[in-house]
T-cell receptor, first 116, second 112 residues
Framework: NAGVTQTPKFRVLKTGQSMTLLCAQD?????MYWYRQDPGMGLRLIHY???????AKGEVPDGYNVSRLKKQNFLLGLESAAPSQTSVYFC???????????????FGPGTRLTVL | GESVGLHLPTLSVQEGDNSIINCAYS??????FIWYKQESGKGPQFIID?????DKRQGQRVTVLLNKTVKHLSLQIAATQPGDSAVYFC???????????FGGGTRVLVKP
């Protein structure tokens, strides 16, 4: 049981390039999330999904797109990377709120992205 | 806007002492709170949670206290160990979709 995994771990992009970050979870969670974390700050929600085939905007969605074609995978895309998107990106997953005794989100190890 | 925040950015603690990390929240509609621990280069790790119908919850060496009157949350770590050195975040759940809002984090440094 690997939990939440993310690929790649590190990536350097040039301004204007595109890339996709992959998140996978093997806990059969219905909800998945993408966050970004900037130095010395907490996590900010980019997009999230409450089930296969559904996505929704979070706090800072601009410049990002997501897809949830399979329940276990949640992809985060940058179509035209900008230096402001330099950050550490974390994926998380959870059961729906209220379904279990805890609504805890479980996080992956992160992807460190640098945009030059 | 409404947010979750922390009073102390850095807490230096002697090994073996107790640690107290504080967090303020402003949305009285929040009904679920979580404390996460984040070690350098890793993702946040769940420590303990509490629902708004509770005032206190205990785990292994950790206790979370919730004061709804003043909208304050605290994490107490008993007998702090070097492995407790990390950044601690509080988060609140106040929206559909189980979305969490995170505070800015407190760094705990354990002195030997």
């Amino acid at each position: 049981n690997a939990g939440v995994t993310q690929t790649p771990k590190f990536r350097v992009l040039k301004t204007g390039q595109s890339m996709t970050l992959l998140c996978a979870q093997d806990m059969n969670h219905e909800y998945m999330y993408w966050y970004r974390q900037d130095p010395g700050m907490g996590l900010r929600l980019i997009h999230y999904s409450v089930g296969e085939g559904t996505t929704a905007k979070g706090e800072v969605p601009d410049g990002y797109n997501v897809s949830r074609l399979k329940k276990q995978n949640f992809l985060l895309g940058l179509e035209s990377a900008a230096p402001s998107q330099t950050s550490v990106y974390f994926c998380a997953s959870s059961y729906p709120a209220g379904r279990t005794l805890t609504d805890t989100q479980y996080f992956g190890p992160g992807t460190r992205l640098t945009v030059l | 806007g409404e947010s979750v925040g922390l009073h102390l950015p850095t807490l230096s603690v002697q090994e073996g002492d107790n640690s107290i990390i504080n967090c303020a929240y402003s949305n009285s509609a929040s009904d679920y709170f979580i404390w996460y621990k984040q070690e350098s280069g890793k993702g946040p790790q769940f420590i303990i949670d509490i629902r708004s119908n509770m005032d206190k919850r205990q785990g292994q060496r950790v206790t979370v206290l919730l004061n709804k009157t003043v909208k304050h949350l605290s994490l107490q770590i008993a007998a702090t160990q070097p492995g407790d050195s990390a950044v601690y975040f509080c988060a609140e759940n106040r929206a559909a979709g189980n979305k969490l809002t995170f505070g800015g984090g407190t760094r705990v440094l354990v002195k030997p």
